[in-house]
């Protein structure tokens, strides 16, 4: 059985059968660290960080294979606000691409599909975060939006789709318009109504 150390102290953890893996070891953890509102944040297996040991194989490794599991975890409150910083900080540098790109498209520069790639990607990256935000707001009882993030995925989706329509067309002053008039607008919309203060 090897030694468990959450934040530097020792933990108990019975092995009763002889045949517990790391999965239920972490799984253990994860239920008890919910109730204190922390999370597992890195885990050392004999010295060596496993940032990937929610897959593969190792999370059904078993215990006895191991002398030493050191565990950090980190404050689920704190961590849910510093994604929100990151994702408020995410919109305005995506604006300040599409204003980019907006310049690009129609001056038919050679940094348009440069611009264009960083737009469309960034935004697919916010989704993703926000999304996981969601997750961890729901799971924890965090109140980080004023509006359910998810009545804006659908018409995101659709100005995305029209976009890379526009430009599979060939047609760089409509993808100008649409970025300018239409993406815009509805990512300012959508910043204000979200990521407004809600109230206590």
Same mark, same amino acid.
């Given at each position: 059985?090897?030694?468990?150390?959450?934040?530097?102290?020792?933990?108990?953890? @019975?092995?009763?059968?002889?045949?517990?893996?790391?999965?239920?070891?972490?799984?253990?953890?994860?239920?008890?660290?919910?109730?204190?509102?922390?999370?597992?944040?890195?885990?050392?297996?004999?010295?060596?960080?496993?940032?990937?040991?929610?897959?593969?194989?190792?999370?059904?490794? +078993?215990?006895?294979?191991?002398? @030493?599991?050191?565990?950090?975890?980190?404050?689920?409150?704190?961590?849910?606000?510093?994604?929100?910083?990151?994702?408020?900080?995410?919109?305005?540098?995506?604006?300040?691409?599409?204003?980019?790109?907006?310049?690009?498209?129609?001056?038919?520069?050679?940094?348009?599909?440069?611009?264009?790639?960083?737009?469309?990607?960034?935004?697919?990256?916010?989704?993703?975060?926000?999304?996981?935000?969601?997750?961890?707001?729901? !799971?924890?009882?965090?109140?980080?939006?004023?509006?359910? +993030?998810?009545?804006?995925?659908?018409?995101?989706?659709?100005?995305?789709? !029209?976009?890379?329509?526009?430009?599979?067309?060939?047609?760089?002053?409509?993808?100008?318009?649409?970025?300018?008039?239409?993406?815009?607008?509805?990512?300012?919309?959508?910043?204000?109504?979200?990521?407004?203060? +809600?109230? !206590?």
């Amino acid at each position: 059985m090897p030694e468990v150390l959450i934040d530097g102290k020792r933990l108990d953890f @019975e092995d009763t059968e002889g045949d517990s893996t790391l999965g239920d070891l972490l799984r253990a953890v994860e239920s008890e660290l919910k109730a204190i509102r922390r999370f597992i944040a890195d885990i050392r297996l004999d010295g060596q960080s496993s940032g990937d040991w929610r897959t593969g194989g190792r999370f059904r490794s +078993p215990l006895y294979g191991f002398s @030493e599991i050191s565990i950090e975890t980190g404050s689920v409150d704190a961590a849910a606000l510093e994604g929100l910083d990151t994702v408020t900080e995410y919109f305005k540098v995506i604006k300040g691409e599409i204003s980019a790109c907006v310049r690009d498209s129609r001056l038919g520069g050679p940094g348009a599909d440069k611009s264009f790639n960083t737009v469309f990607e960034g935004l697919v990256e916010i989704v993703k975060t926000i999304e996981a935000l969601a997750g961890c707001a729901d !799971a924890f009882e965090i109140k980080l939006f004023s509006e359910n +993030p998810e009545n804006f995925y659908l018409p995101l989706l659709k100005n995305l789709e !029209a976009l890379k329509d526009a430009r599979t067309a060939g047609d760089p002053v409509l993808v100008a318009d649409m970025l300018e008039y239409e993406l815009t607008p509805f990512l300012n919309g959508m910043e204000s109504r979200i990521f407004r203060c +809600p109230e !206590a």
